[in-house]
């Protein structure tokens, strides 16, 4: 999935954001320091940083000048400081995104997306680095839009594919329905049942159904996960 450098010098919050990015398939190093993380920058590529901004050796601001200085990888800053004037400020230095601590894994999850899908699509040429998602026997393509089910190809409609393609990418962590309606289907409000239809058509082609689920779980009235069959 993605390269994540995460900078943070709280060891409790370090230890638990590298464990949620690997669950969720990310090669993830980690630092705890501004400079330690430029000298990691400089050495190793990395998809997007996720910068806390309370660092022992250089301040929040400086240390994203500086890491912009060397590179433009997609920045997401972390702050316990819920300050308008100086988030603003660092969107303007060039951070990507930010998070507010404490923040959900979910909300880890959207923004890195969001940020990902950003950089990869103004990449100059750029093909884009992401390789198949493998969840359990699933693996999806997203770049040549296709999916194989324990090295069988699944015969999916468009939407059946994004759909598919977006529960893969974020293994595990349960998507709201108004979230797949938003990123899907690209509507703000809609129909609990085109969601239902769509997922029940997939729920086939997997060759499971709602009541004896493998990959796709609903969690009624919260929404939908994807994960590895148990
Ligand atoms: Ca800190």
Not at 45 to 50: E, K, Q, R, Y
Not at 162 to 182: C, M, N, T, Y
Not at 205 to 219: I, M, N, S
């Amino acid at each position: 999935m993605a390269r994540v450098l995460v900078v943070e010098d709280d060891q409790f919050v370090r230890s638990a954001l590298i464990r949620h990015l690997t669950e969720a398939a990310h090669t993830v190093r980690s630092v705890g320091t501004a400079l330690e993380a430029l000298r990691e920058v400089a050495q190793v590529g990395f998809d997007v940083v996720i910068l806390d901004l309370g660092l022992p050796d250089l301040d929040g601001g400086e240390a994203l000048k500086m890491l912009r200085g060397i590179t433009d990888v997609p920045v997401i800053i972390a702050t316990a400081r819920d300050d308008e004037t100086e988030i603003v400020r660092l969107l303007n230095d060039g951070a990507d995104d930010y998070l507010t601590k404490p923040f959900s894994v979910e909300h880890l999850s959207a923004r890195m997306t969001a940020v990902l899908r950003r950089s990869r699509a103004t990449a100059p040429g750029a093909e884009p680095s992401s390789p198949a998602i493998r969840v359990g026997g699933l693996c999806v393509d997203p770049l040549r839009r296709r999916a194989q089910l324990d090295g069988c190809a699944l015969d999916l409609t468009r939407r059946e594919f994004d759909l598919l393609a977006f529960l893969a990418g974020r293994p595990g962590v349960v998507v709201a329905r108004r979230e797949l309606l938003a990123e899907v289907w690209q509507q703000s409000y809609g129909d609990d049942q085109t969601i239902d239809v769509h997922l029940s058509w997939l729920r086939r082609k997997l060759g499971e159904t709602a009541a004896r689920p493998r990959y796709l779980h609903t969690l009624r009235g919260v929404g939908v996960k994807l994960e590895p069959p148990q």
